[in-house]
Nanobody, 115 residues
Framework: QVQLVESGGGLVQSGGSLRLSCAVS????????MGWYRQAPGKQRMLVAA???????NYADSVKGRFTISRDNAKNTVWLQMNSLKPEDTAVYYC?????????WGQGTQVTVAS
């Protein structure tokens, strides 16, 4: 069973930064496509950023230039560096792993950006 544990959420002022971490159990981490998603109250969960095992990345237009996804396959960890945060970035952020048609999710971490 794959387990994902997120950390690093919290309360930050508008314009500030946070770094989310996601630690993944298992020995085939490098094979997973990893993603960060977020869900704001009353809204659907949306993809924020994704990264392949080889390091190719994809971002939602709303976060391009402000957020950076990265991973260390030796540490089974993926990060989301969030800069220039805005109140509209407030949401629960989820880490997800995808492989072979299966997906695994973390429990989520709250990010609140105060104006």
């Amino acid at each position: 069973q794959v387990q994902l544990v997120e950390s690093g959420g919290g309360l930050v002022q508008s314009g500030g930064s946070l770094r989310l971490s996601c630690a993944v159990s298992g020995s085939i981490f490098s094979s997973y496509i990893m993603g960060w998603y977020r869900q704001a109250p009353g809204k659907q969960r949306m993809l924020v950023a994704a990264i392949t095992g080889g390091g190719s990345t994809n971002y939602a237009d709303s976060v391009k230039g402000r957020f950076t996804i990265s991973r260390d396959n030796a540490k089974n960890t993926v990060w989301l560096q969030m800069n220039s945060l805005k109140p509209e970035d407030t949401a629960v952020y989820y880490c997800a792993a995808f492989l072979g048609g299966r997906d695994y999710w973390g429990q989520g971490t709250q990010v609140t950006v105060a104006s």
